[in-house]
């Protein structure tokens, strides 16, 4: 079974930026890949997701601010985040679907000053 292991979360001051990584042990070619987020006492949602193709989708609390991308070679899907707000404050995991969604063990985000 694949594993999937995400990197780069940390706390940061409003306006600030990280840049998570998942690194899956097998192939992500085919799957569309993506981030949901979870903050305390709420519903996970979906934050962006990029398509075997290339094609992205966004939260809508989140466009012009994160971005996420792919490198297959590397079996690794990013999520560039910049001007992070107290908002975005959550944990964040990534996913890889096909047939059936995987899910990683999530990374902490906090933003606070």
């Known amino acids: 079974q694949v594993q999937l292991v995400e990197s780069g979360g940390g706390s940061v001051q409003p306006g600030g930026s990280l840049r998570l990584s998942c690194a899956a042990s097998g192939s992500i070619n085919r799957y569309t890949m993506g981030w949901y987020r979870q903050a305390p006492g709420k519903e996970r949602e979906l934050v962006a997701r990029i398509s075997s193709v290339g094609l992205t989708n966004y939260a809508d609390s989140v466009k012009g601010r994160f971005t996420i991308s792919r490198d297959n070679a590397k079996n690794t899907v990013y999520l560039q985040m910049n001007s992070l707000k107290a908002e975005d404050t959550a944990v964040y995991y990534c996913?890889?679907?096909?047939?059936?969604?995987?899910w990683g063990r999530g990374t902490q985000v906090t933003v606070d000053s």
């Open positions: 996913y890889r679907f096909f047939d059936k969604i995987t």
